[in-house]
């Protein structure tokens, strides 16, 4: 299994994962952790108990969203994902709980670990897309953690050589970002995303600088691959 372990300081663990080493077959090889897929479901229920397994994270208690590219951040409740559940709709997750594990998947979206950098530990996971980022997805992650210095990692994404928008998507990136995220028709959404985060007050921001698109050896790609795909992500807990 191919993992990025982020070395974050404090009693963190965050782990972004690739598609290596799972169970799935076909598009979906190997390592698949969505549920909302064509691929069975058995499969990806087991490549989410091997990931927790090589993260050290209790699957039975960890959190995980129903992603819909919003803005809502809600407080993690142990559901477990090793099993069909009925998790929150929602596109970010926050604890103070130690030992309680946070995923979002992702295929070309960002994920987003935040957390305290002092005081009570505490961490929010985040699905940042271009609809999210643009509806306050990590404003609304940095409230959720409160006041104090927070410090965030952005994981595996889609990158300028890869997304192309139309002028629809481009105009309010322009308004709200400024001029120089989108050249031509390639949006920039990685630097969007730091841009946010250090408007709303995220002190520190670091990158797993990987584009989704370019690697289809360890990335699945929505874009790249036409819909028909599987999904990585990221878990991260207060040890």
Not at 44 to 69: K, P
Not at 98 to 112: E, K, S, Y
Not at 141 to 157: K, N, Y
Not at 196 to 211: I, K, P, Q, S, Y
Request: with cysteine; aromatic share 6%; proline share 5%.
């Amino acid at each position: 299994m191919k993992l990025s372990d982020w070395e974050a300081p404090g009693p963190y663990r965050i782990v972004f994962s690739t598609r290596l080493g799972g169970v799935s077959e076909g598009p979906f090889a190997s390592l698949n952790l969505g549920l909302l897929t064509e691929d069975e479901p058995g499969r990806v229920l087991e490549n989410r108990r091997l990931l927790c397994e090589a993260a050290g994270a209790d699957g039975a208690t960890a959190a995980m969203a129903r992603q819909v590219h919003g803005a809502a951040v809600l407080e993690a409740e142990p559901r477990g994902i090793l099993a069909p559940a009925l998790h929150p709709e929602c596109d970010g997750l926050w604890t103070d709980r130690p030992g309680r594990a946070l995923a979002v998947v992702t295929a070309d979206c960002f994920p987003i670990a935040l957390w305290r950098a002092e005081g009570v530990p505490g961490l929010a996971v985040l699905h940042a897309g271009w609809k999210g980022l643009l509806a306050g997805i990590v404003e609304a992650g940095v409230r959720a953690l409160g006041a104090g210095r927070l410090a965030a990692v952005v994981g595996p994404g889609i990158g300028a050589c890869c997304y192309e928008v139309g002028e629809e998507v481009a105009t309010p990136y322009r308004v709200r970002f400024g001029a120089e995220v989108v050249r031509g028709r390639a949006l920039d959404l990685r630097a969007c995303t730091e841009l946010a985060l250090r408007a709303a007050g995220c002190g520190r921001v670091e990158h797993v600088n990987r584009c989704t698109a370019c690697e289809p050896e360890l990335f699945f790609s929505h874009r790249r691959d036409g819909g028909r795909t599987g999904r990585q992500g990221v878990i991260a807990y207060v040890a």
